[in-house]
């Protein structure tokens, strides 16, 4: 079955830029789109935003322009980039892949999350 | 930005009681909503979607409910391994936002 495995530094200092994969095995990135959500510690969920296989994006205003997701079709790989990190950016990064439901879409395989610490 | 607004945001119950959470929305999102539930350490895992549709190899003892802007997911019979926090999700609209979660916790 499809899972999901992210990947990438967990300790940054402020201002730096937050990289993370999220390896996909088990099945094909094509012909889904792939999602960012993040959780800070003790905190809610987040979302970031949502990549499909093609490329097209839609991110959440709140990051402004510090969000950048890709895909790698070719390594079967979703990256996302949010730079200028400060410490509010800590948290853990989970990638999911969101499907089309009766009704709209949801989440239905999450990774199993990766802790980015933000930190002078 | 649509808000999701849980209640309550916590609870203890015995094994076998019935349990039940509500989401309320911020607007109209007709049946756009899904449930998730995270136990500690783990990723959210999908339950219901479409407001009352289950996903694939959930137990059945969860449902869940809409009436209008609010939503409801319902435990029938308590188990131990369903502590947690749930978290509700509109998809209505972009961006995606979640309830603030109700953590149950299990007498």
């Known amino acids: 079955q499809v899972q999901l495995q992210g990947s990438g530094p967990g300790l940054l200092k402020p201002a730096e830029t937050l990289s993370l994969t999220c390896n996909v095995s088990?099945?094909?990135?094509?012909?889904?789109?792939w999602t960012w959500i993040r959780q800070p510690p003790g905190k809610g969920l987040e979302w970031i935003g949502y990549?499909?296989?093609?490329?097209?994006?839609n991110y959440n205003p709140s990051f402004e322009s510090r969000v950048t997701m890709s895909v790698d079709t070719s390594k079967n790989q979703i990256s996302l980039k949010v730079t200028s990190v400060t410490a509010a950016d800590t948290a853990v990064y989970f990638c999911?892949?969101?499907?089309?439901?009766?009704?709209?879409?949801?989440?239905?395989?999450w990774g199993q999350g990766t802790m980015v610490t933000v930190s002078s | 930005d649509i808000q999701m607004t849980q209640s309550p945001s916590s609870l203890s119950a015995s094994v076998g009681d019935r349990v039940t959470i509500t989401c309320r929305a911020g607007?109209?999102?007709?049946?756009?909503l899904n449930w998730y539930q995270q136990q500690p350490g783990k990723a959210p895992k999908l339950l219901i979607y479409?407001?009352?549709r289950l996903q694939s190899g959930v137990p059945s003892r969860f449902s869940g409910s809409a009436s209008g802007t609010q939503f409801t997911l319902t435990i029938n019979s308590l188990q131990p391994e369903d502590f947690g926090t749930y978290y509700c999700?509109?998809?209505?609209?972009?961006?995606?936002?979640f309830g603030q979660g109700t953590k149950v916790e299990i007498k």
């Open positions: 990549i499909y296989y093609s490329g097209g994006t």
């Open positions: 999911a892949r969101r499907i089309p439901v009766t009704v709209g879409d949801a989440f239905d395989i």
């Open positions: 999700q509109q998809n209505y609209r972009t961006p995606r936002t």
């Open positions: 479409s407001a009352s």
């Open positions: 607007q109209n999102i007709d049946i756009y």
């Open positions: 088990g099945g094909s990135i094509s012909g889904h789109s």
